[in-house]
């Protein structure tokens, strides 16, 4: 697709609810971002995936959330057992390779806005 | 620990100046720096990088400049309009992995 492309765009769960977010990135993207917007604050850091690899998922906030990329392509963003806190928006992205160490522009997508009530 | 500040209080100007927005980081030597924009809804948008070797970056009305000296970096939009009104973000490579870490971001608001 043309851009990074995010599912679904908002979702209301109920407290203990599970929730799965889908990220279909650029097309040839290898390095794939997940990271989590409370209102009023930056994007915080959540995990990233260079291919299939899993590199760092050091901003995962518990052991609830849970990413994976199993063909290097779509990613799911899984939160269990949803708590309060959680509400957000989680936003996707892409880069060509290496990430932002290399400079390269990072896409982002919408975001998903979670609700946990 | 390490730091990434921006402006926390929205910027408001008037149509035609220049808009002067902020970044401060601590304990970074980040080898480059990225502003973004990001509109209410939306995700960021990649505006401008800018490398440690390089003092000042233009892109049309955009201007940005880096200080590692300072650890600050500034970004300025001359001839301001309404349509720039949004909130504006750094973010710093960091790490081995290549992931970046943004600042809280500060809201320009341009009034006709």
């Known amino acids: 697709g043309a851009g990074v492309s995010q599912s679904p765009r908002y979702k209301v769960a109920k407290r203990g609810q599970d929730v799965a977010l889908r990220c279909d990135p650029i097309?040839?993207?290898?390095?794939l971002f997940w990271y989590q917007q409370a209102l009023g604050q930056g994007p915080e850091f959540l995990t990233y995936?260079?291919?299939?690899?899993?590199?760092?998922k050091s901003g995962l906030p518990s052991d609830r959330f849970f990413a994976e990329r199993p063909e290097g392509s779509v990613s799911t963003l899984k939160i269990q057992r949803t708590q309060q806190e959680d509400s957000a928006v989680y936003l996707c992205?892409?880069?060509?390779?290496?990430?932002?160490?290399?400079?390269?522009?990072?896409?982002f997508g919408e975001g998903s806005w979670l609700t946990v009530v | 620990s390490q730091k990434i500040e921006q402006n926390s209080e929205a910027l408001n100007i008037q149509e035609g100046k220049t808009a002067t927005l902020t970044c401060n980081y601590t304990?970074?030597?980040?080898?480059?720096l990225q502003w973004y924009r990001q509109d209410p809804g939306r995700g960021p948008v990649f505006l401008l990088l800018?490398?440690?070797?390089?003092k000042e970056k233009r892109k049309e009305r955009l201007k940005v400049t880096f200080d590692t000296t300072l650890k600050q970096s500034l970004f300025h939009i001359t001839a301001s309009q309404p349509a720039d009104s949004a909130t504006y973000l750094c973010?710093?490579?960091?790490?081995?992995?290549?992931?970046?870490?943004f600042g809280q971001g500060t809201t320009l608001q341009v009034k006709p």
């Open positions: 992205a892409s880069t060509l390779t290496g990430g932002g160490r290399r400079g390269n522009t990072i896409y």
């Open positions: 097309s040839g993207h290898v390095s």
């Open positions: 995936f260079q291919n299939e690899a899993q590199l760092d």
């Open positions: 304990n970074y030597s980040p080898a480059y």
């Open positions: 800018i490398r440690e070797n390089e």
């Open positions: 973010a710093l490579y960091s790490g081995n992995t290549g992931k970046l870490i």
